[in-house]
Structure formats: C-alpha cells, structure tokens
C-alpha cells in the first residue's frame, strides 16, 4: 500500500509564459541564408574558425562544419582551438552569466 504525502508550495514569481516572451522568433529563410553567408564571409575575413556544441541550432552546427570547424563537446571544441591555424576561435554555444 501507498503513501500519498501531501506537500504545500509557493508558485514562482514568473510563469512559463514571460520565460518564453524573451525568446526571438527564427528569422525568415531568406534572412537566415544572408546571416549564413555574412557569418561565413566574416569566419573567412578574420581568419576564425567555427566550433559549435552538440545542442546549438543546426544552422551553426552547419556553419562550422561547411567553414572548416567542428561540431562537438566543450573539450573537444578546446583542443580543436589549440591546434587549429585560424586566428580567431568563434564559439557557439550556450551563454554563461555570473
């Protein structure tokens, strides 16, 4: 026989639905495909080179794959950097606030 347990708790300050306000909206086809080209005429004009994590939008999966980068996980992505000639390493991935 089961126990029910009943547990009481305050609902948060903010629901789902401002959380998801902030989020943009995905740009167009046409928009998207001029962003692609000027990212991959800037990774080529600064001599930088893509690395993307596993969960980003496949848009910038993509990119650094077809720009000479590589899809993967945080280290690999570091070890790639260190041993790449690109001057410059663009990562795309998850933001860190402190």
């Known amino acids: 026989m089961?126990?029910?347990?009943?547990?009481?708790?305050e609902q948060p300050s903010c629901t789902t639905r401002h959380a998801w306000a902030r989020v943009p909206q995905e740009p167009a086809p046409d928009e998207r495909a001029a962003l692609k080209d000027k990212i991959r005429r800037l990774l080529k004009e600064r001599n930088a080179v893509m690395v993307s994590h596993y969960y980003v939008h496949p848009d910038l999966?993509?990119?650094?794959?077809?720009?000479?980068?590589?899809?993967?996980?945080?280290?690999?992505?570091?070890?790639?950097?260190?041993d790449h000639a690109a001057q410059t390493l663009v990562v795309s991935g998850r933001a860190l606030h402190g």
């Open 61 to 82: 999966q993509d990119l650094a794959e077809e720009t000479g980068g590589i899809v993967s996980d945080s280290l690999e992505m570091a070890r790639f950097g260190r």
């Open 2 to 9: 089961s126990t029910v347990i009943d547990v009481e708790y």
